[in-house]
């Protein structure tokens, strides 16, 4: 079976991939644009996709498939249409669990370097302009035994509520689209009502249109003046308009994000502003991680090889 992998992943995935399948590697490190995905659908079996390439419903309707599976890297899987390559008898695989760790981690890292103050810390360091140690220079907020509010409370968002409850001592408040039951954490009626009594509200939902602009003016407002908003979810889950205005209204002290509504663009605006956080999508950005998200999809692509389930259908 031949197989388009369509950036290049790590050297342990790429090797037992071409031991596995006749593999085609893309020549470039851009998202697959949607006239790239329809010839690829022309051409390929299957297809190993990663989050931006464009598998929109317009891409996935033009072509009759040669394509029977895309085994995505990566739980999200927001850049695919999923009904629309259902349509087409394509069926869709993804990678949970793998990254859950890690990204979790990637939000621990933004709510510190933001209550704390550590990238404008660093930055007046590298500025050479510090003048040492004061009792009231710099000071944050506090994170042990605050109250953390997580919208969308998956694998990703209960991994972070633990790291909070039992690292930080933090009492934890969620909304969640279906109603869950979660030890330790209390289920609240609706994202205002988290944003409300929270210190940090951390944003874990998928994205894709359900969820577009889904944390907004009315989030942000609700929000108390010294609380910090963190985002590891998707860009697109922000209204990042309002999130900019509220910043700068100081209806919130600062904010955290790994994920930006036009990546790679990232507005002037919250780069101009040193109370908010700015990593290049980092979450799962390990070696560890990254190859077992690989071997994840791999797994997928060998079940349905071997006419097995597939373990992670979407
Ligand atoms: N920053 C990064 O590098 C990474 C980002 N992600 C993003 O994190 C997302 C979440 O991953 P998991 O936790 O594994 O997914 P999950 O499916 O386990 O959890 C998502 C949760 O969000 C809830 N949800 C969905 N729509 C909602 C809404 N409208 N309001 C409130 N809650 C809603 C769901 O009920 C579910 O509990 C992924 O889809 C991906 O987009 C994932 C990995 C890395
Ligand atoms: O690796 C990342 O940074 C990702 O966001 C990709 O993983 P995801 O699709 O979010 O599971």
Not at 143 to 161: C, D, E, N, S
Not at 175 to 190: I, Y
Not at 274 to 291: A, Q, S
């Amino acid at each position: 079976m031949n197989l388009l992998i369509s950036r290049l992943l790590p050297d342990a995935v790429m090797d037992k991939a071409r031991a596995e399948f006749d593999v085609t590697l893309r020549k470039t490190s851009d998202p697959m644009t949607e006239v790239e995905v329809t010839e690829a659908l022309a051409a390929y079996d299957l297809i190993l996709p990663t989050l931006g390439d464009q598998f929109t419903a317009a891409a996935i309707s033009a072509v009759t498939p040669r394509t029977k599976l895309l085994a995505n890297f990566g739980v999200g899987f927001n850049h695919i249409d999923v009904g629309a390559a259902k349509a087409q008898g394509i069926k869709v695989t993804n990678t949970p669990g793998a990254v859950t760790d890690a990204t979790a981690d990637i939000a621990m890292t933004l709510m510190l370097m933001t209550a704390r103050r550590a990238g404008e810390g660093e930055r007046l360091v590298r500025s050479g302009n510090w003048t040492g140690w004061q009792p009231t220079q710099m000071l944050g907020l506090h994170l042990t035994g605050k109250t953390v509010g997580i919208i969308g409370m998956g694998r990703i968002g209960q991994a972070i509520a633990n790291r909070c409850r039992n690292g930080f001592g933090c009492k934890i408040v969620y909304a969640n689209r279906s109603r869950k039951d979660v030890d330790g954490a209390e289920q609240l009626d609706s994202m205002e009502a988290v944003a409300q009594v929270a210190d940090v509200v951390v944003a874990a939902t998928p994205g894709g249109p359900s969820t577009r602009h889904l944390i907004g003016a009315s989030v942000f407002d609700a929000m108390q003046p010294h609380a910090i908003f963190v985002n590891i979810s998707r860009g697109d889950v922000v209204d990042e308009a309002a999130l900019i205005a509220a910043l700068q209204s100081g209806a919130l002290a600062g904010a955290g994000l790994d994920v930006y509504e036009n990546e790679p663009q990232v507005p002037e605006a919250l780069i101009a502003m040193e109370n908010v956080t700015l990593l290049p999508h980092l979450g799962t950005n390990t070696l560890e991680v990254r190859t077992g998200m690989g071997m994840m999809a791999l797994d997928n692509l060998l079940a349905f090889k071997a006419g097995k389930d597939l373990p992670n259908p979407v």
